[in-house]
């Protein structure tokens, strides 16, 4: 059973430009969270995926948007990338929205915008 | 708005010896608790979980950690380290409900041969 998966491992980007980053979900889970982890920092909450709606929004700007699936995939969107959006994006998902419920975490993209 | 604050950013600790990794978090209300563990150039990996019930949890690789509801406190332990344990490791909380997971700033966890 293939867990979380995120693709591309890497990427570079220069200032102002947009990215896009994926990730396919562990087999029977129709919930996904992205999170961004700064160097030496814990990861911070992006925002939350269920039923192809964002269900619930941390603390980031709308240049951050993201999209669900029919089949449970996500991407996370950045427009306008700044220095600062230099950072590990991470991925998880999980059996349904409830904070109960364990979040698989895929490996992670690394972004470094120059 | 919950936090999580994890006392100590780096523990450096021989093979073979017990470790204690302690998580605070900011509000009394009711709430899940998390630890996990990343590797390097790896995402997060969950060690364990409190939900309810008996406030001494059990996880993977020999790890437990104690909820302690009056010292809003969820530290974490293992009795004997291994080289493998070396890691960073988060502590990570969300009120009862559908709320997302605030984790800490993590710790670094160095097991010394």
């Known amino acids: 059973d293939a867990g979380v998966t995120q693709s591309p491992t890497h990427l570079i980007k220069t200032r102002g430009q947009q990215v896009t980053l994926r990730c396919s979900p562990k087999?029977?889970?129709?919930?996904v969270s992205w999170y961004q982890q700064a160097l030496g920092q814990g990861p911070q909450f992006i925002f939350q995926y269920y039923e192809e709606e964002e269900r619930q929004r941390g603390n980031f700007p709308d240049r951050f948007s993201g999209h669900q699936f029919p089949n449970y995939s996500s991407e996370l969107n950045v427009n306008a990338l700044l220095l600062g959006d230099s950072a590990l994006y991470l991925c998880a998902s999980s059996l349904s929205p409830s904070g109960a419920e364990t979040q698989y975490f895929g490996p992670g993209t690394r972004l470094l915008v120059l | 708005a919950q936090s999580v604050t994890q006392l100590d950013s780096q523990v450096p600790v021989f093979e073979e010896a017990p470790v204690e990794l302690r998580c605070n978090y900011s509000s009394s209300v009711s709430v899940y608790l998390f630890w996990y563990v990343q590797y390097p150039n790896q995402g997060l990996q969950l060690l364990l979980k409190?939900?309810?019930?008996?406030?001494l949890v059990k996880g993977i690789n020999g790890f437990e950690a104690e909820f302690n509801k009056s010292q809003t406190s969820f530290h974490l332990r293992k009795p004997s380290v291994h080289i493998s344990d070396t890691a960073e490791y988060f502590c990570a909380v969300s009120d009862k409900g559908n709320t997302p997971l605030v984790f800490g700033k993590g710790t670094r966890l160095s097991v010394i041969a």
């Open positions: 087999s029977g889970h129709d919930t």
């Open positions: 409190y939900l309810s019930g008996s406030t």
